[in-house]
């Protein structure tokens, strides 16, 4: 069965260091996501990316934050300077169409730990 | 403003027994949808239900939905110990179809 994979599963970094979190969507989808989930706190969006573009981000998703998809099957998300409070799960989503009409496929997502 | 809220937070029942879970939002939606998380795992969709759906069944997951009241239950009937998760409901608000917002969950343990 097809599936969101994401590495790493878990990356410790210094405070300001840059992290790049990456994923490979299901092959066929066209809607990309980047959540994250805070130890203990609710799952929060990040940002979509469709057709190559943002179609929309959050107020979390400040100029820290950036996403890409350099080829065909990665998507990856840049922390560029991170900080103690990116600590959290990230947890990228692919669908096949909008989402009123079907699920989101998560991965596994990556622990980040800012120290 | 908060969408997505759970009740209960927390719920341990005995394997076997039915397992109720509440979701209430606050803005008109697209659609809603229910997802499990195993501790420390990823979300795995459960089932979705549309705004003009009231009642959905998968195996024993069985969802209803009240746009009225702007609620949502699930119902995991007979459960086991391999039911034992975290759920969340997560809301697709009409208009806006490219986020999901979510709740804080409700953790569900299911003792042998």
């Known amino acids: 069965e097809p599936e969101v994979t994401q590495t790493p599963s878990h990356q410790v970094t210094q405070m300001g260091q840059e992290v790049i979190l990456r994923c490979v969507p299901i092959?066929?989808?066209?809607?990309f996501y980047w959540y994250r989930q805070i130890l203990g706190q609710k799952v929060e969006f990040l940002v979509s990316?469709?057709?190559?573009?943002?179609?929309?981000k959050s107020e979390i998703f400040d100029d820290q934050f950036s996403v890409e998809r350099p080829d065909g099957s990665n998507f990856t998300l840049k922390i560029r300077s991170t900080k103690l409070e990116d600590s959290a799960m990230y947890f990228c989503?692919?669908?096949?169409?909008?989402?009123?009409?079907?699920?989101?496929?998560f991965g596994e997502g990556s622990r980040l730990t800012v120290l | 403003s908060q969408q997505g809220e759970e009740d209960p937070q927390a719920l341990s029942i005995q394997e076997g027994e039915n397992a109720t879970m509440n979701c209430s939002y606050k803005?008109?939606?697209?659609?809603l949808q229910w997802y499990r998380q195993n501790s420390g795992r990823g979300l795995v969709h459960l089932i979705l239900?549309?705004?003009n759906e009231r009642e959905k069944h998968s195996g024993r997951l069985r969802v209803t939905l009240d746009t009225s009241k702007k609620s949502s239950s699930l119902l995991i009937t007979a459960s086991r110990a391999a039911d034992t998760a975290s759920y969340f409901c997560?809301?697709?608000?009409?208009?806006?179809?490219?986020?999901?917002?979510w709740g804080l969950g409700t953790s569900l343990a299911v003792n042998p």
């Open positions: 989503a692919s669908s096949m169409g909008q989402l009123r009409t079907g699920e989101l496929f």
């Open positions: 092959s066929n989808h066209l809607y």
């Open positions: 990316f469709y057709n190559n573009e943002i179609s929309e």
């Open positions: 803005t008109s939606i697209n659609n």
């Open positions: 239900i549309r705004s």
């Open positions: 997560a809301t697709d608000r009409a208009g806006n179809n490219r986020k999901l917002i």
